[in-house]
């Protein structure tokens, strides 16, 4: 699917045929217009046979989805027999998966299992069938006919009571049920099902310069609004495993009682229960292998804990679970993306899309892009009850500027003119697919409040708050037309705000500031010139790079050819000097002030310019500046009159922009906003770290309200070799809706080119400018709570000075009202904003979801992306106000609390012992092992506070796939790189999966290390580094050497391609097998224990398993 130009849409009146004559549907592919011949008396409505993509043959077809009664068949070496086991044979406890909701069972029991299963009650029309078991010893090996099931590797005589582990015999081997499960009767599927021939090829748009997204009806147009969705019929079968069949299993013969050693078993003893016992050890240096302690019991305890100093834990007997067997994120990921064959279509509502980290394509059909927009459950709890007892968040995280893949369209920009947007006069929603319209056109009834509004268009100031409608209660005759028999437009297909979830509007002046249009934005760039900055050559470096690079990226419309950016100039220490451009001056012109009580800018007309006409200007100013400090001895800075500085320019200009400040030092020197050093370290991880954490003063952060309500933003690089108070100094970039990026220690050297890359980055990023955001949703439910950096003035409006491409915010929603079952409920984000060009638009994203009174539909409908981005943005925010320990043990009730409903509500009769999985939930355990003991949420000494507060901020606006990228790293193996295979499959996030002989490479989408084992080839190190032997690898220093080999080729082309896919360059830092700082390296391991203490994903499961159990009793 090849990229068109964006669509431009003209808001004239529809032409006397467009009006009169119905046009017949037809599907439309990129680069492959056609237009069938129309038969007279041809219905309007009728379905054609698809028009064949360009090359289609008879060979190649459009594979439909995967449908959820997809059966994974076992493995061929699995093989049957009805023989059953006996309780000697097999040790306890094991782990099954059973049914559709892909649980996780760990058995604990005293009685012999009934391997032939046991008949379940009907629910409704579905009916549980009992589950088949087949087994077929031989030798010391137990082959068991299952998709998948998990066998200890020793045996144990233990049984779980109450969440500890005593003594007894017991023998449950690894079982497998498909007993079938209740499910949802009317729930949209991941992907549609297209079972007709004239569905077989998904119809597609086609955007050619200013042609409208159709000039007919796809093929796969949406059901009538004032319908609901229909039902989607489920089959009986279980849901897909997605976890691997193992050929063979391997039961260790252990006499009954006996001791179990060796670094892979649990001593067998009964669990310590009491205050002070915790279940994680931090990890040796050099070690892979688990402690082998049972994680304890107790009201004080939880995973994520530091370990204590205290005497060592009684040990006792226990059993490990295979990790191979629990649910993993790589191989989730793989089928996940295997099961994406065809285009993900958003033409029903409450379609759930997929997984964020895969790769699909999305064509719009009435709900916008999931880039843009994705909720936590894409079918929405009737009632406040049903929340409260399941504990899922009702929650949206939106990236109004999401970054669409190529072959995917930007939202098309239409034109009204004067009239400007179309609105709901009672509730204010904009135009949008799902609205009805009644009377021949004359009126619609708009899909959030159910009222039938006069179409009517209204002058609306979204900032004032204000609005003046037109009496008229006619359609004006350059929107008006006519119905079909269906109750659709005859223009619907031809007018974006009619027909796609994501569109924009150019703005009329009522939604201007004074009612004027606004100017191009503008960048400002302060520079830091004292003796630090100076000594390091930061300033001749980005004196540099801005004359011979970056004024050459400046940021513009697509549509245009040159930028309309202007640029200004500052440089400070303990003053301000600003510098005049203008264009008609022979060499820039430097005015100081001293004054910085009531600072202002002594330049009205100069300070801005065009980098164009003033070109010969600034690069003779760009080759001064180093040279007139290069002999300074000032050590002190200011800061915040800097910054006030700017903002003032803004204003007297009249327009919105950025300030780039660049800073080496803590602004000590006396002015308004001066800093002290108030670092403790002795304070981190403790109760008390929330006082480093938070401003020293509310200077900067009134700073950053006044930036985002004049439409600007701060963006600041620092380059400490010390504390630089960044919990103070970076507010002004939280609140502004800019950004803060740190480079410690810095070096042309080491860090120029990630200085350059970052810059470019941000400069060619989609930003919006002076931007204003609100979500409107269906009656019964709206927004209460808003999480991410921008400012707020009242309850339901988010501004920011500047929201770009990879910023995101998450929006919490709450029912005032029951809501109609199996109904449809709507959630728009309107943005109000300035292009880089200069214009005022509005871009509106709607999605429509469904409603449900069953926990069978609920479930199945979460999107485990969206909740861990809303946890981790909650956590982090919390962290002003609580201590890490209660953070922790929120995120952990919370998400036992989740799998306690699904097993109380959906899951079948089981044992007490069985930890059972949601599908859609069976990588929680995961994602929650990695948050509780992430820096950016419970750092530890080894994490400076500034560093400390970086990651907050980041995370705070880090949209979904960063999320996942942070919380769940990504490992590639470097030393068998193909060329054809870039990237390589992904590797578990653990050590035991790195070899000794072996090269990886493991990112978060902040950090990257390089990692290389002892025994690699020095033939590797040669063709990679350029040097001879791994010895003489600098962690920090060492560079991938552009070399003509395949090796180097490859190792940079992935290294370049994971660059490119973050929003920030990574530097990379080699790290060599048992080098004092690879215990740092470990703690970005996520699925082993914390070097600084921390559970293993095993042991977390455990824990998670008893939190359950607890409050299910």
Known sequence: MLAGPRPSFNSGPPSQSMQQQPQAPYPMYPNQFQSPTVPPNFPVNQQQPPILPPNFSGSQH??????????????????????????????????????????????????QPNLSGMQQPSVGPFSLQPPTHSLTPTGNQQQYQSQASIMPTEINQTFMQQGTITSNQFGAPPTFSNAQFPQPQQQPPPFP???????????????????????????????????????????????????????????????????????????GQPPP????????????????????????????????????????QQTYQSQRIDPDMVPNVVQVLEQSQEKIQELFITNAPGSIPPLAATDFVCQDQGSCNPRYIRSTTYTIPYATDMIKQSHIPIALAISPLANLRSDEFEPPVANFGEIGPIRCHRCKAYMCSFMQFIDGGKRFICCFCEAATDGMI???????????????TTVPPEY?????????????????????????????????????????????????????????????????????????????????????????????????????????????????????????????????????ESRSVINSLLDQIPQSFANTQETETI?????????????????????????????????????????????????????????????????????????????????????????????????????TYKFNYFSIENDGERLLDDLKRNFQRATAFDALMRVRTSAGIRPIDFLGNFYMTNATEMIFGTIDSDKSVCVELKHDDKLPVESNTYIQAALLYTSISGQRRLRILTLALTVTSSYTSLYPACDLDTIMNYITKVAVRSIAVSTPKSIRDSIITQSANMLACYRKNCAQSTTAGQLILPETLKLLPVY??????????????????????????????????????YLYPRVFALHNLEEDKIPPPMIRCSYDRFSETGAYVIENGLVMYIWLGSQLSSTF???????????????????????????????????????????????????QQRDSVEPFFKNYLIEDKGFTGGASYVDFLYHLHREIRNILQ
């Not at 319908?227 to 260790?252: C, D, E, K, V």
């Not at 209204?458 to 008229?472: G, H, V, W």
């Not at 800061?639 to 660049?662: D, H, M, R, T, W």
């Not at 800073?663 to 008390?688: E, F, H, Q, W, Y």
């Open 458 to 472: 209204e002058n609306f100031s979204l900032r004032e708050n204000s609005f003046s409608p037109i009496t008229d």
């Open 193 to 267: 099902n297209q079972s007709s021939a004239s569905m077989s090829c998904v119809p597609q748009y086609q955007y050619l310069g200013s042609q409208p997204p159709y000039n007919n009806a796809p093929s796969s147009s949406f059901a009538p609004i004032s319908q609901s969705p229909p039902a989607t019929s489920y089959s009986q079968q279980p849901l897909p495993l997605h976890y691997p069949n193992q050929p063979n299993f391997y039961t260790a013969p252990t006499k009954s009682g006996s001791q179990l050693n060796g670094p892979n078993a649990y001593s």
């Open 62 to 111: 459009y594979q439909a989805p995967v449908s959820s009664n997809h059966q994974i068949q076992s493995h061929p070496q699995h093989h049957t027999s009805n023989q059953q086991p006996s309780s000697s044979q097999f040790p306890s406890p094991s782990l099954n998966y059973t049914g559709p909701q892909q649980s996780l069972q760990a058995q604990f029991s005293t009685q």
């Open 1021 to 1071: 190190v040669q063709s990679l580094f350029g040097i001879q032997t791994s010895s003489h690898i600098q962690a920090e220093k060492c560079r991938i050497v552009d070399l003509d080999n395949p090796i180097s080729r490859n190792v940079r082309a992935l290294l370049n391609l994971i660059r490119n896919e973050r929003n920030s360059y990574m530097k990379s830092f080699v790290i």
């Open 480 to 612: 008006f037309n006519h119905l079909d028999h269906s109750g659709r437009r005859m223009d619907w297909y031809q007018r974006p705000e009619l027909c796609l979830g994501s569109y924009e509007v150019l703005a009329t002046k009522q939604y201007c500031k004074d009612e004027k249009w606004p100017e191009p934005p503008a960048f400002i760039f302060m520079i830091d010139v004292s003796y630090n900055s100076v000594r390091s050559g930061l300033v001749e470096y980005i004196c540099h790079i801005l004359k011979n690079e970056l004024l050459n990226y400046l940021p513009r419309d697509k549509d245009t050819e040159t930028s309309n950016v202007r640029v200004g100039f500052a440089t400070f220490d303990k003053q301000i000097h600003f510098y005049n451009i203008k264009n008609t001056l022979g060499q820039p012109q430097m005015m100081i002030v001293s004054d910085l009580e009531d600072i202002f800018v002594p330049l009205l007309d100069g300070f801005l310019g065009s980098p164009l």
């Open 639 to 739: 800061l915040a009159p800097v910054i006030q500085s700017g903002i003032q320019a803004f204003k007297e200009a009249n327009c919105s922009g950025k300030i780039y400040v660049f800073s080496t030092t803590l602004p000590i020197a006396v002015a308004p906003g001066k800093l002290s050093n108030r670092d403790d370290k002795k304070l981190l991880g403790t109760d008390k770290e929330k006082t480093l954490l938070a401003p020293a003063n509310n200077i900067f952060t009134k700073l950053g309200e006044e930036c985002a309500q004049h439409g600007c933003a701060v963006d600041l690089f620092v380059f400490p070799n010390n504390y630089i108070d960044l919990a103070t100094i970076s507010e002004v970039c939280r609140v502004s809706g800019g950004q």
């Open 928 to 965: 929650v092992t990695s948050l509780i003991k992430c820096d950016g949420l419970t750092g530890t000494q080894t994490v400076t506070t500034d560093d400390r507060t970086l990651q907050m901020h980041r995370l705070m606006s880090m949209n979904i796939k960063g999320t996942f990228a």
């Open 273 to 312: 229960s009491g205050p002070n016992t915790h279940p994680a050890q931090p990890l040796s240096s050099g070690s892979s292998s688990y402690s082998g302690q049972q994680p304890p019991s107790g009201p004080n305890t939880y995973p994520g804990q530091p370990p204590s100093s205290g005497p060592t």
